[in-house]
Antibody
Framework: QVQLQESGPGLVKPSETLSLTCTVS??????????WTWIRQPPGKGLEWIGD???????????NYNPSLKSRVAMSLDTSKNQFSLKLNSVTAADTAVYYC????????????WGQGTLVTVSS | QSALTQPASVSGSPGQSITISCTGT?????????VSWYQHHPGKAPKLMIY???KRPSGVSNRFSGSKSGNTASLTISGLQAEDETDYYC??????????FGTGTKVTVL
């Protein structure tokens, strides 16, 4: 049973880069049958898909990003630590949200399971 | 990509059935049989309840069912129980090779 746990700074200054990591247990980020996903929820608002990443061999990844965030997002995998990461640059207060990591099977279009989420606040 | 439209709230008495709608476009809900539904208790990890419009993951109660007609998907909860009171979100794959979620519905058990 795959389990996911988010970690990272809870406070980021405006214009800086938000960096989060998701640690995977019970599964491997180098398993190319999975897409590893980030989703966020601003306070009082709905969920927003940020993007996902899939290991395709050696140092190659497949990535898909939300078109509205694509210019500011980068995702990566660390197979040695069994983690995947999110970087979101040039953050503003609008990026304040609970950030969730999740996973989906390669031919699936649903997310299961999810991590508990971590709140990131953008403020000076 | 606009969020899918869900009613802000739906309520029902214990034992009753309720239905939550999720309206999109032909570029998402109407174009793919890839609608999923999530139950989200605040502060906890969202839980997959329905996938591929109407399929139920192992372990999810058969009181939860899904359907779709045109650009609108629906989640029905039958035999409403107190434990069902929380937030529900739909999601769909889109033609932009991305995913969009619904605005969320708060279910209240009266």
């Amino acid at each position: 049973q795959v389990q996911l746990q988010e970690s990272g700074p809870g406070l980021v200054k405006p214009s800086e880069t938000l960096s989060l990591t998701c640690t995977v247990s019970g599964g491997s980020v180098s398993n190319n049958n999975y897409y590893w996903t980030w989703i966020r929820q601003p306070p009082g608002k709905g969920l927003e898909w940020i993007g996902d990443i899939n290991y395709s061999g050696s140092t190659s990844y497949n990535t898909n990003y939300n078109p509205s965030l694509k210019s500011r997002v980068a995702m990566s995998l660390d197979t040695s630590k069994n983690q995947f990461s999110l970087k979101l640059n040039s953050v503003t207060a609008a990026d304040t949200a609970v950030y969730y990591c999740a996973t989906r099977l390669i031919f699936s279009k649903c997310f299961d399971p999810w991590g508990q989420g971590t709140l990131v606040t953008v403020s000076s | 990509q606009s969020a899918l439209t869900q009613p802000a709230s739906v309520s029902g008495s214990p034992g009753q059935s309720i239905t939550i709608s999720c309206t999109g476009t032909s570029s998402d809900v109407g174009g793919y049989n890839s609608v999923s539904w999530y139950q989200h208790h605040p502060g906890k990890a969202p839980k997959l309840m329905i996938y591929d419009v109407s399929k139920r993951p192992s372990g999810v109660s058969n009181r939860f069912s899904g359907s779709k007609s045109g650009n609108t998907a629906s989640l029905t909860i039958s035999g409403l129980q107190a434990e069902d009171e929380t937030d529900y979100y739909c999601s769909s794959y889109t033609s932009s090779i991305s995913y969009v979620f619904g605005t969320g519905t708060k279910v209240t058990v009266l």
